[in-house]
Structures are given as C-alpha cells and as structure tokens.
C-alpha cells in the first residue's frame, strides 16, 4: 500500500502540473507542489477551503458542472480564470474528471491545471497587431486582400471599389480564385506556393481580374505573407488598376499604325492618282467614237478615283471649312439615298428626332460618309432583313447624338472592343478601313463614336457631335 501511496505521490509532484483534489462539495482534500507555487497557498493552507482557487463570481458555475459530471456528462478541458492567494488571477486550461468508487459511485474529483496565461497574452498581442495590421492597410491607397488557405479574410476600402463591392463582408469568405479566369487558376496557385515558401515578394504581374459583376478588368498584382501563426499563412497581395494604362497603350498604338496607314495610303493614292488621269483622258477619246463599254469604263474609274481620294483623306485630311450645318436634314438625306439598297436586304429604316436638334459645326460630306457608311455596314448585319432604327436627340445641351441600330447578328465582346482599328473586319471582303475613317472623321469634328453590341441582339453606333455654341457679345 505504501508503494502505490508513494508512486501517486511522485506523480503528483513531478509533473508540472498543478493537481488539486476535491470532493463533491468541492472541499479541497489534497493538492501537489506545482498547484502552491500556481496559487501561492500552502497546502495547510487549502485543505478543507471550498474552491479557493476558484473566483466568487465562477463557483456556482463550477459546482454545476462537478453536478453534470456526477450525472455521467462527458467534458473535454476548458479555458478557466484561477486565483491566487495574493488576489491576482490568471489563466488555466482546466481539465476534471471524477474519482469513483468500486461500484462506480463518485466520490470526488481530480482538477489538473496548466497555466496558460503566456500563451493568452501572446494571442491577444497577435489579435491586436492584426486589428492595428487591419486598420493600417484599411484606408490605404492601393487596394489589398488578405487571404488564408486560398480563402479571403479581409478587403480594405480600395479594394472594396476596385471589386465593385460595398464593404469586406461580400469578399469575406469566399475564394480568392473565384475572381480570376479558370485558365489563370494554375499560374496564381503556383505563385501562392512561392510565396507560402519564401520571404520575398512576387513581383508584379499583369492579369485579368473579375470584379463581382462579372466585368474583367487589367490589373497588376503582387503577393507576401503576412504571418504564419498556426501553420497556414495569411497572405497580402495588392492589387494596382492598370485599365488606364492600357487603354493609353493601346491609343498610342493605334495612333502610330493610323500614321503609318496614312503614310501609307498616301503613297499609294499617288502613285495611282497619275496613271488613272491618263487612263480618264483616253476614256474620253473613246467616248468621242462611240466605243462599246465606254460608260461603264468610266464608272469603274469614277470608283477608283472615290477610293484613292478617300485614302488621300486618310493620309492627309482635307483642311476645308467647317460649316453650321442641320444633323437631321443629313441623316435624311442619307436615308433616301440607301432606302433602294436596303430595300434589296428587305431591310426598313425608320427615323426618329427631337423636336429641335441644335445645329452643329460641320463638313457635311465627311458627316454624310460617315452616316453612309454606317448605315451600309447595318443593312449588311441583317441579311434576312429587318429594321434599322436612326434617332437624332439633344444630349446635355451641349452635343446632340444620332444612334443607329440594327437587328443583325452582333458582334463579339472581343471584337467590339476593337472596332475602327485598321484592317479589323467581318466582311469576307472588307479591308477595315471604313470604319477607321468613320472614327478619324468625328474625332476630328470634336465627337465621339461608339459601338454597342452583343451577339444576336444587334448593333447600336452612336455618333456625338458638339452643337453650335452661341456667340456672346
């Protein structure tokens, strides 16, 4: 009997552990030496107290659960404040089991403490550098995510907007691939397993991101982890908007291939301008003895000469003065000279105005191509027919704008996006070059033109025009 006395005696005061004994009453029956350094009692000092380790405000509770024990409960360890003698508290994960008897009646109760209070202070220093960390990175310029395990925890205010949502909680838990192309999802994986193995940064890196509406959108994007508490670590990648950027590149390049086109056409319409005069004088001749053929040679030549002056309008515009024009009397104009080529599409065109559509500073031939061309280009979407519709209303009062669309087969978001860039066409035949034209033609009035599509739904261009401002004396 003294030797089992002495092995539970070892165990008790070996461990560093503090093990208090009680009954059902929680009267204190024994308690090891780790259990007085925890508490600074001594054990005479206990045995016989009711719970001195436990606060006032926590004993009823705790005889409540010895209660649910004795009924056969089953409770894993718990977090629980302790006391010590001197009044001062501190943290313990508790775990308690009952002593029972032969016949399974209990007895009392074993209480084993571990002082954890280090590991509580190191947890709320670890939340409250996350909430200072939150509110640092929160009004920060550049938008930025934290995600864990590929799932995102937080979005400052800038990534909120660059997102397209309100606040954090719509991002709050979803995944962080869910706003990436499928076919990027393996390059952003791989670049995630970098950073989760380095301490280094990932250098900014160009890629579509989805915003919540489902618009993509040219993005740069770098990531780093931030911590890595309890394995996994949280990751912080930003984000920098570069839609701007691009569409800025893209207008430089599209200007220095509209210059080099120019350069281009302008050659070439001078090269052909000398021999197609020659080839006009001897048609005349021709005319003068009756030959076979001659007018419809002369309308042929009469077409090459519309397209060579047209590439001469594309490499160097003419620099003729504007005039105050009357947009609906052109649209109309326009419109009677297409109704026989649309009625060949059984295609109608209806037309729709304001009642005053201000007047605008224009060349009206160049305004005229423009509406021609446009205009061909709709009755040519709808092969099987259908309806044209060409409005003309005030905009603002300070523009007026023609719309014209069509019920056609559409156009691809792809393509859309790229409409009046040389030789961009559908057309079997086309050279892209019309609406290039179109384009340089507004533009140089001080407009805008703009396209509006999806597929199988038709086509809406929109042509803005500055109107005539009046002059102040």
Same mark, same amino acid.
């Given at each position: ?8 005696? @070892? ?26 350094? =925890? ?68 007895? $009392?109760?074993?209480? !084993? &403490? ?13 939340? &409250?550098?996350?909430? +200072? ?16 395990? $590929? ?92 839609? %701007?950027?691009?569409?800025?590149? &893209? ?10 086109? $120019? ?21 005349? =001749? ?40 009357? =947009? ?12 026989? %080529? ?5 295609? /109608? ?19 005229? /191509? !423009?509406?021609?061309?446009? =205009? ?19 905009? +603002?009062?300070? @523009? !007026? ?5 069509? +019920?056609? !087969? ?17 057309? @079997? ?23 509006? @599509? ?9 042509? &803005?025009?500055?109107?005539? %401002?009046?002059?102040?004396?």
């Amino acid at each position: 009997m003294w030797q089992k006395k002495y092995v539970i005696d @070892s165990i008790m005061n070996l461990t560093s552990d503090g093990i208090v004994f009680v009954d059902i009453a929680g009267k204190v029956l024994d308690v090891n030496k780790k259990f007085e350094e =925890l508490h600074g009692w001594t054990r005479d000092e206990v045995i016989g107290t009711v719970l001195p380790m436990v606060p006032d405000q926590h004993k009823e509770k705790t005889l409540e659960l010895y209660q649910s024990l004795v009924d056969g409960e089953q409770i894993s360890d718990f977090e629980a404040m302790k006391l010590r003698k001197d009044g001062s508290t501190f943290y313990a994960n508790v775990t308690v089991s009952p002593v029972r008897d032969e016949r399974g009646t209990v007895l $009392g109760f074993i209480g !084993v &403490e571990r002082d954890i209070t280090e590991k509580k202070r190191a947890e709320e220093e670890l939340l &409250e550098r996350e909430k +200072q960390f939150r509110k640092l990175i929160k009004l920060n310029p550049e938008p930025i995510v934290l995600h864990k395990d $590929g799932k995102i925890q937080f979005v400052n205010d800038m990534g909120c907007k660059l997102l397209g949502g309100a606040s954090t909680d719509d991002f709050t838990g979803t995944s962080i691939f869910d706003y990436f192309s499928p076919v990027d999802v393996d390059l952003i994986q791989k670049r995630l397993n970098h950073v989760y193995q380095s301490d280094h940064y990932t250098e900014f890196m160009e890629i579509k991101l989805r915003r919540i509406d489902g618009v993509f959108i040219d993005v740069e994007l770098s990531s780093i982890y931030v911590h890595k508490n309890l394995g996994s670590p949280v990751v912080q990648t930003v984000l920098r908007d570069i839609s %701007q950027r691009k569409k800025s590149e &893209e207008i430089i390049i599209r200007a220095e291939k509209l210059s080099l086109i $120019g350069e281009l056409a302008a050659g070439i319409a001078h090269d052909i301008r000398n021999p197609l005069t020659s080839l006009k004088g001897f048609i005349q =001749l021709l005319k003068a003895k009756n030959t076979e053929y001659v007018d419809v040679m002369m309308e042929e030549l009469e077409h090459i000469n519309y397209v060579v002056n047209e590439f001469m309008t594309l490499g160097k515009p003419h620099l003729n003065l504007f005039e105050t024009s009357d =947009l609906p009397s052109l649209l109309n104009s326009v419109v009677h000279f297409m109704t026989p %080529q649309a009625r060949l599409y059984n295609v /109608q065109i209806h037309t729709e105005m304001d009642g005053e559509i201000r007047l605008i500073p224009c060349i009206p031939d160049q305004i005229k /191509q !423009v509406l021609i061309n446009i =205009l061909k280009n709709a009755i040519e979407a709808m092969p099987h027919g259908g309806i044209i519709t060409a409005a003309i209303r005030n905009h +603002q009062g300070q @523009s !007026v704008i023609c719309s014209i669309q069509d +019920q056609g !087969v559409g156009i691809s978001e792809e393509m859309l996006s790229r409409l009046g860039s040389p030789f961009l066409t559908s057309k @079997s035949n086309g050279t892209g070059l019309g609406l290039m034209i179109c384009k340089r033609i507004v533009e140089c009035h001080g407009g805008k033109l703009s396209f509006h @599509s999806h597929r199988n739904q038709g086509t809406t261009v929109v042509i &803005e025009l500055p109107v005539l %401002q009046p002059v102040h004396a």
